[in-house]
């Protein structure tokens, strides 16, 4: 789902900045977290809308069937991520895209500053970043130019370190990051040392995991591919909502048997599966 907040003005050193942004949230309708290729699939639609291009018509050469390559990014429901074309623009949006570059990419693309004091990211020669807040100089741990308040004791900030409270390093054995199951990584936790989260380790092989997947090598390997075949999106109705897998590319996508039903919120043919009904989008 893809969200853009109005221009509103904020006055900074003389000068006048629009903050507009655009979101792209990584939840669905029901509010689970959805995994990592449908959230940059949903990223990837979002930018398209901003450089121009509509949804595809329902058109063989911009909306084929899953014989000839499956729906583009910019199709009208969401895309699996399954079928080769889903994760490529069609012509029918290459063509938009192109007008509209080739009359404003001179003014919408510029080279990005080395760094930005006020944005929560710490760049070039920060040493910390509060947000707008702390270019007011009101943080504990960042002043207004970006820099720790080492005469106040700060060693990091609360801001931008998941491993910092109070200015000060967290204890060793602290909780920093929750086991990511759809990434097939272990919980991680502080050193006591640092102010970073150290990378997690990946799970055990054979470890279940999203879409009733394994993790093999700390990927998830979803629950088609441990089975030798290929996951796919089911394009009759009766089925869309089913898990189905197909044998190669250009081979008959299938329910599997048993019968296993998609979760509420996962995308199908024309929507998402909604308590074993599809719902529009």
């Known amino acids: 789902m893809g969200r853009s907040k109005p221009a509103r003005e904020y006055f900074k050193n003389g000068y006048t900045l629009y903050l507009n942004s655009g979101l792209s949230s990584s939840r669905n309708h029901y509010g689970q977290r959805v995994i990592t290729r449908e959230a940059d699939l949903v990223t990837a639609h979002e930018f398209g809308h901003n450089w121009g291009s509509e949804h595809d018509p329902d058109m063989p050469e911009c909306s084929p069937s899953a014989s000839q390559g499956g729906s583009y990014l910019m199709y009208t429901y969401s895309v699996s991520g399954y079928d080769v074309n889903n994760k490529r ?142 996951s796919c999106m089911c394009d009759v109705i009766a089925d869309a909502c089913k898990r189905c897998c197909r044998p190669s590319l250009n081979e008959t996508c299938t329910p599997v048997d048993p019968v296993d039903i998609l979760p509420d919120g996962t995308p199908c043919i024309q929507g998402f599966c909604n308590k074993v009904i599809i719902s529009s989008v």
Do not use: H, W
Not at 200 to 228: H, V, W, Y
């Open 89 to 230: 623009f069609s012509p029918c949006s290459l063509r938009s895209i192109r007008k509209v570059l080739e009359a404003k990419s001179g003014k919408c693309f510029s080279e990005p500053e080395e760094s930005f004091c006020g944005n929560l990211r710490v760049e070039g020669d920060e040493e910390c970043d509060a947000g707008l807040l702390g270019t007011e100089d009101n943080d504990a741990c960042c002043d207004k130019v970006c820099k720790l308040r080492r005469n106040q004791g700060a060693v990091c900030s609360d801001k931008n370190s998941p491993c910092c409270q109070n200015c000060q390093y967290m204890a060793v054995g602290v909780k920093c990051r929750d086991a990511q199951y759809a990434t097939c990584e272990q919980e991680s936790r502080c050193t006591g040392t640092s102010s970073v989260c150290p990378p997690s380790a990946p799970m055990s092989d054979n470890t279940g995991c999203l879409e009733r997947g394994k993790c093999r090598g700390g990927k998830c390997i979803p629950f088609c591919e441990t089975q030798n075949q290929q």
